[in-house]
């Protein structure tokens, strides 16, 4: 008998909906969402813009009233709280006991340095003097900017700030990580830093990480992938990656036959390139993949 279980969801959604608006000049951003995440898990949500991302990631993490439909968290005590039905005095407590937000603009302050920072944060989640100190110093630690604990956010560049804001998500422990784009304003290379960082806290914590995005890098930290396009999760086609550039990319452009296997590129540039000379390509970037993402109907799971 097969004694697998599915870890419980840490966050479940049913019918969450968000109108704007009244009667004939009403406007559904999020159309009725099921979700669940379990502890562990990367979660992804893509779609284009004004297609209700933020405005789902915002009502997952109790900055905004739904206009129908629940949305229940699991702290780490194993304590199940249905936050639609938390009063207006107890959020606060419930976003700073339950919640870590990572943004696009790092939102530092800028008279604090990094630790400074960190320690504001465990400040807010309870926990003050030395105790927040050596919490935010851990913490920096963790995300490698030790020796940047006395620098201003001015004084530091886009990818420690972001960096320094994962370590102040992570001040009071959530069990959920909610972070909207938060690659947006770093490079390739940075980018991916932070995407790798994010996996690893899911990974080693057991953190529900939720990134909404449109960048295609975070593909590959992701354990699943969903398309958010007007307020409902629509299908996710299989997605190649370009063997040259790493690049996700639709399986219906330049593409050759290698080794008994089909691979695709992003331009005829890279087909080019491989072409002329695949093994150091290969060599650099690992044995082609194919990432195939599971079509996932407005309100399933889904999965990658």
Wanted: glycine residues 8%.
């Amino acid at each position: 008998m097969n004694t697998t279980s599915t870890p419980a969801p840490v966050l479940t959604v049913r019918g969450l909906t968000k109108t704007y608006g009244s009667e004939a000049a009403s406007v559904e951003a999020v159309r009725a969402v099921d979700l669940e995440v379990s502890a562990g898990e990367v979660l992804l949500v893509m779609g284009p813009s004004g297609s209700g991302k933020t405005t789902l990631l915002l009502m997952l993490g109790a900055l905004l009233r739904p206009t129908a439909g629940s949305i229940t968290v699991t702290s780490r005590e194993g304590r199940a709280v249905e936050i639609t039905a938390a009063s207006e005095k107890e959020l606060p407590h419930l976003r700073a006991s339950t919640f870590g937000f990572i943004f696009q603009d790092y939102a530092l302050l800028d008279a604090l340095t990094a630790l400074e920072n960190i320690e504001v944060a465990a400040n807010l989640a309870g926990t003050r003097g030395p105790a927040a100190r050596e919490r935010a110093a851990e913490l920096l630690d963790r995300v490698g900017l030790a020796h940047r604990a006395g620098a201003r956010p001015s004084q530091m560049s886009g990818g420690e700030q972001q960096r320094v804001a994962v370590a102040r998500a992570l001040a009071n422990d959530p069990p959920v990580l909610l972070a909207d784009e938060p690659t947006a304003n770093l490079d390739a290379s940075r980018g991916r830093d932070l995407a790798r960082l994010l996996r690893r806290l899911a990974d080693d914590d057991g953190r529900c990480v939720i990134i909404v995005s449109h960048d295609d890098r975070l593909r590959e930290v992701a354990h699943r992938v969903l398309w958010l396009e007007d307020g409902e999760f629509r299908e996710v086609a299989a997605m190649a990656v370009d063997p040259v550039c790493g690049m996700s990319v639709e399986p219906s452009g330049p593409h050759i036959e290698w080794e008994g296997s089909v691979l695709w590129f992003c331009s005829e540039g890279c087909k080019r390139e491989f072409t002329e000379d695949p093994r150091p390509t290969i060599a650099a970037t690992g044995s082609p993949l194919q990432h195939h993402h599971h079509r996932t109907a407005p309100g399933a799971r889904g999965s990658v």
